[in-house]
């Protein structure tokens, strides 16, 4: 049976698939489901099965008709699908059935609406000028870390003086907001750190082991529309801990790790910056270069993508978080639903750039990009490819390898250009400077 699909244009994205089932077909498939219905029917005065067909089709006709196209409908659905195939139209999803009704000894009339891949055109996705500065490692990024590791390594050591800034607080609180605290905890607090407020550390400063003391705690606000509270706690010091920071010297770095020296030390610190830096720029200037793309070369998404992708992560969102309603997922609804429509838009743009950039990889570069991954692990090549034989993925490897070399083609070509606020804000402190 030939069912010669009709295809109406409804967007870039939709299609509306129309055809008919030949009269003696359906006729014939009703007839089947008609009798199969039978052999389960019991009318008065005739056994089980053997009730004339005429009086079951009379007294179930909507339910006989229902279980037809549930029989059928599915099957010739199939059946137009093979045809689409052959006009070179892909569904991307289940074709959505739409209202349909159909009488016996008549043609059965149908209609579903799908979706399809846009035709992604690209005429411009090189020579752009986007803004971009790129980010740089800075002294205070590695004094930073220095200080991280500086305190990683600090000694704590009782003090029988009363407390300092610095100092750890040993406490156990006894009152809060007015209300004694039945269940006493013991907590510890670094005086400096203001995470509840500056009075709360103020209160701490001159403490000694066995001392009450009233402090504010300052409560932030827990949304726009709140307002940051301040209650007051009793607390009991159990005891006052002196923190010593190690001096900063060829010594501590020794202690760190294999450094001979502190220099030694930092240059390992910036080395590593660097490369995070470096990954960083990168995953921005690929943004940059995607979005600047799908913003100059707008098309349609299929929905079904969207609303599934968005489901999906929806899902995962739900499953981690507690205490959910309508109000708290509403926005998150919004939010995933924007994300997976950017996510798909770069899916596809990606997709279509490689066909018009015909970007290829050997064998040689991915074996390169094995070898690295096992460096930075400091692994052998080969025990580095026998441990993780399951997780390397040559095809998945040579894809990406593709993706960064279609950027990187258009990255030059790029006029990338300091933003305008952080030009002005560097002429400001210029100015500041000559003042």
């Known amino acids: 049976m030939e069912l010669k699909p009709k295809i109406e244009k409804l967007s870039d994205t939709k299609r509306k698939m129309s055809f008919s089932v030949p009269k003696d077909v359906a006729q014939k498939d009703y007839e089947t489901t008609l009798k199969g219905f039978s052999r389960y029917v019991s009318l008065p005065g005739f056994r089980k099965g053997r009730a004339p067909l005429k009086t079951i089709e009379r007294m179930y006709k909507d339910q006989i008709k229902q279980g037809f196209f549930e029989d059928t409908v599915p099957k010739y659905y199939k059946q137009a699908l093979e045809e689409l195939d052959k006009m070179d139209i892909h569904p991307i999803n289940q074709g959505v059935l739409e209202d349909t009704d159909w009488e016996p000894e008549k043609d059965m009339e149908l209609s579903f609406i799908f979706e399809v891949n846009p035709e992604i055109e690209l005429k411009e996705y090189k020579n752009f000028s986007v803004e971009f500065e790129p980010e740089k490692v800075t002294k205070k990024m590695i004094d930073g870390e220095l200080s991280r590791l500086q305190k990683s390594y600090a000694t704590i050591s009782d003090k029988d003086t009363p407390s300092e800034k610095g100092d750890v607080i040993n406490y156990t609180t006894l009152k809060f907001d007015g209300?004694?605290?039945?269940?006493?905890?013991?907590?510890?607090?670094?005086?400096?750190?203001?995470?509840?407020?500056?009075?709360?550390?103020?209160?701490?400063?001159?403490?000694?082991?066995?001392?009450?003391?009233?402090?504010?705690?300052?409560?932030?606000?827990?949304?726009?529309?709140?307002?940051?509270?301040?209650?007051?706690?009793?607390?009991?010091?159990?005891?006052?801990?002196?923190?010593?920071?190690?001096?900063?010297?060829?010594?501590?770095?020794?202690?760190?790790?294999?450094?001979?020296?502190?220099?030694?030390?930092?240059?390992?610190?910036?080395?590593?910056?660097?490369?995070?830096?470096?990954?960083?720029?990168?995953?921005?200037?690929?943004?940059?270069?995607?979005?600047?793309?799908?913003?100059?070369?707008?098309?349609?998404?299929?929905?079904?993508?969207?609303?599934?992708?968005?489901?999906?992560?929806?899902?995962?969102?739900?499953?981690?978080?507690?205490?959910?309603?309508?109000?708290?997922?509403?926005?998150?609804?919004?939010?995933?639903?924007?994300?997976?429509?950017?996510?798909?838009?770069?899916?596809?743009?990606?997709?279509?750039?490689?066909?018009?950039?015909?970007?290829?990889?050997?064998?040689?570069?991915?074996?390169?990009?094995?070898?690295?991954?096992?460096?930075?692990?400091?692994?052998?090549?080969?025990?580095?490819?026998?441990?993780?034989?399951?997780?390397?993925?040559?095809?998945?490897?040579?894809?990406?390898?593709?993706?960064?070399?279609?950027?990187?083609?258009?990255?030059?070509?790029?006029?990338?250009?300091?933003?305008?606020?952080?030009?002005?804000?560097?002429?400001?402190?210029s100015k500041k400077e000559e003042k």
């Open 179 to 429: 209300k004694d605290i039945t269940k006493k905890e013991e907590s510890s607090y670094k005086i400096g750190q203001e995470i509840y407020g500056k009075a709360f550390d103020e209160a701490l400063i001159g403490a000694e082991k066995g001392n009450e003391i009233i402090a504010t705690v300052e409560l932030g606000p827990q949304d726009e529309k709140d307002k940051s509270k301040k209650m007051e706690m009793v607390l009991k010091v159990n005891e006052v801990k002196k923190v010593e920071l190690p001096e900063l010297n060829d010594d501590f770095a020794k202690q760190v790790g294999e450094f001979d020296s502190l220099k030694t030390l930092k240059d390992e610190i910036k080395k590593d910056f660097d490369e995070q830096v470096s990954q960083r720029n990168k995953s921005q200037i690929r943004s940059l270069i995607l979005q600047t793309i799908i913003e100059k070369n707008p098309f349609e998404v299929p929905e079904s993508f969207v609303d599934n992708y968005a489901e999906d992560m929806m899902k995962k969102y739900t499953q981690q978080q507690k205490n959910l309603n309508a109000e708290t997922l509403a926005p998150m609804k919004k939010i995933y639903k924007s994300y997976a429509e950017n996510e798909i838009r770069i899916y596809y743009v990606m997709n279509r750039l490689k066909e018009l950039e015909k970007v290829e990889v050997s064998d040689e570069e991915i074996e390169n990009e094995i070898k690295s991954s096992a460096e930075k692990m400091g692994m052998d090549v080969e025990k580095y490819k026998e441990l993780y034989k399951k997780q390397i993925d040559k095809e998945e490897i040579k894809e990406s390898l593709i993706s960064d070399k279609i950027i990187k083609n258009i990255e030059r070509t790029v006029d990338f250009k300091k933003p305008k606020k952080q030009k002005e804000s560097k002429k400001k402190e």
